[in-house]
């Protein structure tokens, strides 16, 4: 049988099914309406729904065949009226089986006998918190490696890099991601980034910095969305608001909140499985990690994709790229707003959450100063085009490039400038904001 496309709506009193089938005549079309449960079958066709809200047939509800679209309209009428049905643009939840659906929904996650109520009580406690998600940085023992590593989502991939030493990989930072721990790749990450850190490139970009500039102020297609989205509503409102409004919104409002049919199609492909999450924290962070690496290449192509976008995302992302796990908001300084509570939260926390050049680890104040009285003394000058002194800058970055001198980045290990540059006037951070308010 052939799972066809469709489409579902809703207003206050019906539910609005499309169905996208061809050569099909209207006599040989069967319905079956149950409950919450949709049934819609015509050779080849089979297409069942459970959706979020009980519906019933009828006098007003009908079904037309659209030929030459190819379209089934189908109009259900809502058991309760005014009831919203939530989620019905997720199609892998609607799709899913009875069985998968109780699974989702189970407040048993762990089918295993439970020998110790006292020991397992509390992890299925915790499990099904409804409590808000606690951001606050933990404090763990460094863990070891028993048996095997973990990495990827949730932390439940492992021996994906067996060999990867032997094959091509251009995205991957870890020499052995299976025999190491989550906090010895985060130290890896931190020796590779120096290793990789050029001063020369960054002075270069602060002085010359117009086409940076011009990018940053861009206006990307998400910001235009929510500034239209501000004109209407609050922003304190918007995880409620298309709820509350959904059949009296503009064509323009609807594509914020509404999937695309080429978004439809990705949701189809989806697996329809659950997952038992052991730290839903953890999970948000490596989510919004791999969304500001997506970020970063929209905003350079300037909304485009080319042949690098796979790979500018990948090794952007240490998700990817180093195969680590987060722990805190600060390792990922992210802002983005989406319907579900604790990403809207993780959002509000991250317009408190003040981030300083010295937080990235390198003197980048000194270089700065550096950059622009290496600048001023060209702008001097006539006859000859200064240059930085070589030696100064070599032994300047010496702790930078010298491997023995690595260690993982924190304020209390910063590389120091040497002596050449103490005769600087070196103040306070020029750039003290929320990150999120420079770009």
Same mark, same amino acid.
């Given at each position: 049988?052939?799972?066809?496309?469709?489409?579902?709506?809703?207003?206050?009193?019906?539910?609005?099914?499309?169905?996208?089938?061809?050569?099909?005549?209207?006599?040989?079309?069967?319905?079956?309406?149950?409950?919450?449960?949709?049934?819609?079958?015509?050779?080849?066709?089979?297409?069942?729904?459970?959706?979020?809200?009980?519906?019933?047939?009828?006098?007003?509800?009908?079904?037309?065949?659209?030929?030459?679209?190819?379209?089934?309209?189908?109009?259900?009428?809502?058991?309760?009226?005014?009831?919203?049905?939530?989620?019905?643009?997720?199609?892998?939840?609607?799709?899913?089986?009875?069985?998968?659906?109780?699974?989702?929904?189970?407040?048993?996650?762990?089918?295993?006998?439970?020998?110790? =109520?006292?020991?397992?009580?509390?992890?299925?406690?915790?499990?099904?918190?409804?409590?808000?998600?606690?951001?606050?940085?933990?404090?763990?023992?460094?863990?070891?490696?028993?048996?095997?590593?973990?990495?990827?989502?949730?932390?439940?991939?492992?021996?994906?890099?067996?060999?990867?030493?032997?094959?091509?990989?251009?995205?991957?930072?870890?020499?052995?991601?299976?025999?190491?721990?989550?906090?010895?790749?985060?130290?890896?990450?931190?020796?590779?980034?120096?290793?990789?850190?050029?001063?020369?490139?960054?002075?270069?970009?602060?002085?010359?910095?117009?086409?940076?500039?011009?990018?940053? =102020?861009?206006?990307?297609?998400?910001?235009?969305?929510?500034?239209?989205?501000?004109?209407?509503?609050?922003?304190?409102?918007?995880?409620?608001?298309?709820?509350?409004?959904?059949?009296?919104?503009?064509?323009?409002?609807?594509?914020?909140?509404?999937?695309?049919?080429?978004?439809?199609?990705?949701?189809?492909?989806?697996?329809?499985?659950?997952?038992?999450?052991?730290?839903?924290?953890?999970?948000?962070?490596?989510?919004?990690?791999?969304?500001?690496?997506?970020?970063?290449?929209?905003?350079?192509?300037?909304?485009?994709?080319?042949?690098?976008?796979?790979?500018?995302?990948?090794?952007?992302?240490?998700?990817?790229?180093?195969?680590?796990?987060?722990?805190?908001?600060?390792?990922?300084?992210?802002?983005?707003?989406?319907?579900?509570?604790?990403?809207?939260?993780?959002?509000?926390?991250?317009?408190?959450?003040?981030?300083?050049?010295?937080?990235?680890?390198?003197?980048?104040?000194?270089?700065?100063?550096?950059?622009?009285?290496?600048?001023?003394?060209?702008?001097?000058?006539?006859?000859?085009?200064?240059?930085?002194?070589?030696?100064?800058?070599?032994?300047?970055?010496?702790?930078?490039?010298?491997?023995?001198?690595?260690?993982?980045?924190?304020?209390?290990?910063?590389?120091?400038?040497?002596?050449?540059?103490?005769?600087?006037?070196?103040?306070?951070?020029?750039?003290?904001?929320?990150?999120?308010?420079?770009?």
């Amino acid at each position: 049988m052939i799972t066809p496309k469709f489409q579902v709506s809703q207003d206050d009193e019906n539910i609005f099914i499309t169905i996208f089938i061809q050569h099909v005549r209207a006599k040989n079309i069967e319905f079956d309406v149950d409950g919450n449960e949709f049934r819609f079958f015509a050779n080849p066709y089979y297409l069942r729904l459970k959706l979020t809200g009980q519906v019933i047939e009828t006098e007003d509800s009908t079904a037309k065949l659209d030929v030459s679209d190819g379209k089934l309209l189908v109009k259900l009428s809502k058991l309760n009226k005014g009831e919203f049905f939530p989620d019905l643009d997720l199609l892998s939840l609607l799709l899913a089986t009875k069985t998968e659906t109780l699974s989702a929904n189970s407040n048993k996650p762990f089918i295993i006998e439970e020998i110790d =109520s006292d020991l397992t009580s509390p992890v299925i406690e915790d499990y099904n918190s409804d409590t808000d998600t606690d951001w606050e940085l933990p404090q763990t023992i460094e863990e070891e490696i028993l048996i095997k590593a973990s990495y990827g989502f949730n932390s439940q991939y492992s021996g994906w890099f067996v060999h990867v030493d032997e094959t091509p990989n251009e995205i991957n930072c870890i020499a052995s991601p299976e025999s190491t721990s989550n906090d010895q790749r985060v130290s890896m990450q931190y020796e590779s980034e120096d290793l990789a850190f050029n001063e020369d490139y960054y002075m270069s970009n602060y002085i010359e910095d117009e086409e940076i500039e011009q990018l940053i =102020s861009l206006p990307s297609k998400f910001q235009v969305d929510f500034d239209n989205l501000k004109k209407e509503i609050d922003p304190v409102d918007i995880s409620t608001f298309y709820k509350n409004n959904h059949n009296n919104l503009s064509d323009e409002t609807k594509n914020i909140f509404e999937f695309s049919n080429e978004e439809q199609e990705l949701l189809l492909k989806l697996p329809r499985k659950s997952y038992i999450i052991n730290n839903k924290k953890s999970v948000y962070l490596g989510i919004l990690d791999i969304l500001l690496a997506y970020a970063y290449n929209y905003r350079a192509y300037e909304g485009e994709n080319t042949v690098e976008s796979v790979w500018t995302i990948g090794i952007l992302s240490s998700s990817c790229s180093c195969l680590r796990n987060f722990d805190s908001l600060t390792q990922t300084i992210v802002s983005f707003y989406r319907r579900e509570s604790s990403l809207i939260s993780l959002s509000e926390k991250m317009k408190k959450l003040p981030i300083n050049k010295t937080d990235i680890g390198w003197p980048l104040d000194q270089y700065e100063d550096l950059a622009l009285e290496t600048s001023s003394e060209s702008g001097d000058s006539d006859d000859d085009e200064p240059t930085i002194a070589q030696d100064t800058l070599s032994s300047s970055t010496s702790n930078v490039s010298n491997p023995k001198f690595l260690e993982p980045l924190t304020p209390e290990v910063v590389p120091e400038i040497s002596k050449p540059f103490i005769s600087l006037n070196i103040g306070s951070p020029k750039k003290t904001k929320p990150l999120i308010e420079e770009l």
